[in-house]
């Protein structure tokens, strides 16, 4: 059955924000220019732009960025409700650093036109993360069925490792969302191969959003580099390349597809091969004696 979602993936840039109403005009004039699609994905870590409002000192200091940015949590999410509800659409927001503890995990939360529907938080830290400032893993993949389809979020780094998206895939997930932060285009390619690899094995679509360009303010999101992009299994029914859409590497803006997911459940019956039906002979396999 026919069921066609028009998707947005953001290849989005920082800037140095003088005040909460220059963040609310460019998200406001983002989303707008989005508006014609179903769901759109901005990428991970794009919250920390905010860290500027407190000033240079604060965006140059690893810990002070991060508590800055979560101080502004609250405010992103009204506005991203409310943007969501004006134009009728499903918008992952940009992730950042949440505190419910004494050290932030690193969450992306999703909207619909009734609200905020969840959040997912990234499952496994980068080295980073883990060694420089210290944002912690929450273990714990969520799926959110919502009139676009039945979503799951693997934040940057999670989307390399296969289980993760098996999991996903196991439980009917139909696109998977993967916002992401990379440094080096060698960075950016592990993300976009392990995202089409996920494509691939689970015959779903996959969104890769990234942040893109150079920071001179702040030391954790210094350097971005990245392509937007949407993905879909080379299995017959989707482009042969497997990439449904792809934007310029570095180039600000949205990268636009509609994508047919009942294509996924045909992919997954009656694709030229069935990765996602033959997973579990890769599960029986193993080191011959």
Same mark, same amino acid.
């Given at each position: 059955m026919t069921?066609?979602?028009?998707?947005?993936?953001?290849?989005?840039?920082?800037?140095? !924000?003088?005040?909460?109403?220059?963040?609310?005009?460019k998200?406001?004039?983002?989303?707008?220019?989005?508006?014609?699609?179903d769901?759109?994905?901005?990428?991970?870590?794009?919250?920390?732009?905010?860290?500027? !409002?407190?000033?240079?000192a604060?965006?140059?200091?690893?810990?002070?960025? #991060?508590?800055?940015?979560?101080r502004?949590?609250?405010?992103r999410?009204? !506005?991203?409700?409310?943007?969501?509800?004006?134009?009728?659409v499903?918008?992952?927001?940009? %992730?950042?650093?949440? =505190?419910?503890?004494?050290r932030?995990?690193?969450?992306?939360?999703?909207?619909?036109?009734?609200?905020?529907?969840?959040?997912?938080?990234?499952?496994?830290?980068?080295?980073?993360?883990?060694?420089?400032?210290?944002?912690?893993?929450?273990?714990? #993949?969520?799926? =959110?069925?919502?009139?676009?389809?039945?979503?799951?979020?693997?934040?940057?780094?999670?989307?390399?490792?296969?289980?993760?998206?098996?999991i996903l895939?196991?439980?009917? +997930?139909?696109?998977?969302?993967?916002?992401?932060?990379?440094?080096?285009?060698a960075?950016?390619?592990?993300?976009?191969?392990?995202?089409?690899?996920?494509?691939?094995?689970?015959?779903? +679509?996959?969104?890769? %959003?990234?942040?893109?360009?150079?920071?001179?303010?702040?030391?954790?999101?210094?350097?971005?580099?990245?392509?937007?992009?949407?993905?879909?299994p080379?299995?017959?029914?989707?482009?042969? %390349?497997g +990439?449904?859409?792809?934007?310029?590497?570095?180039?600000?803006?949205?990268?636009?597809?509609?994508?047919?997911?009942?294509?996924?459940?045909? %992919?997954?019956?009656?694709?030229?091969?069935?990765?996602?039906?033959?997973?579990?002979?890769?599960?029986?396999?193993?080191?011959?004696?």
């Open positions: 069921h066609l979602v028009r998707i947005a993936a953001a290849a989005y840039p920082f800037d140095w !924000l003088d005040d909460f109403d220059a963040y609310r005009a998200i406001t004039e983002w989303v707008a220019d989005a508006a014609d699609c769901l759109l994905v901005f990428p991970e870590y794009g919250a920390m732009e905010l860290a500027s !409002l407190g000033g240079r604060v965006a140059a200091d690893l810990e002070a960025s #991060l508590h800055e940015v979560a502004h949590e609250p405010a999410d009204a !506005l991203h409700a409310e943007l969501a509800a004006r134009h009728g499903h918008i992952l927001a940009a %992730s950042g650093p949440h =505190f419910s503890g004494p932030p995990v690193n969450r992306a939360v999703l909207y619909g036109p009734q609200g905020r529907i969840g959040h997912q938080d990234k499952q496994i830290m980068t080295r980073f993360e883990r060694e420089d400032w210290n944002v912690i893993g929450a273990p714990g #993949l969520k799926v =959110f069925d919502t009139a676009v389809g039945r979503l799951g979020v693997l934040i940057c780094y999670d989307a390399e490792f296969p289980l993760l998206g098996r895939a196991e439980a009917g +997930v139909q696109i998977i969302l993967t916002p992401s932060c990379t440094d080096t285009v960075g950016y390619n592990r993300v976009r191969i392990g995202a089409m690899a996920r494509a691939l094995e689970s015959q779903c +679509v996959v969104v890769q %959003s990234p942040t893109v360009g150079d920071v001179d303010w702040s030391p954790a999101i210094d350097e971005n580099r990245g392509a937007a992009a949407i993905y879909a080379a299995d017959g029914f989707w482009p042969e %390349s +990439v449904v859409a792809e934007g310029g590497m570095d180039a600000p803006g949205w990268v636009k597809a509609t994508a047919d997911l009942g294509l996924v459940a045909e %992919s997954r019956r009656n694709g030229r091969v069935l990765p996602f039906l033959h997973w579990a002979e890769s599960e029986g396999s193993g080191l011959a004696g």
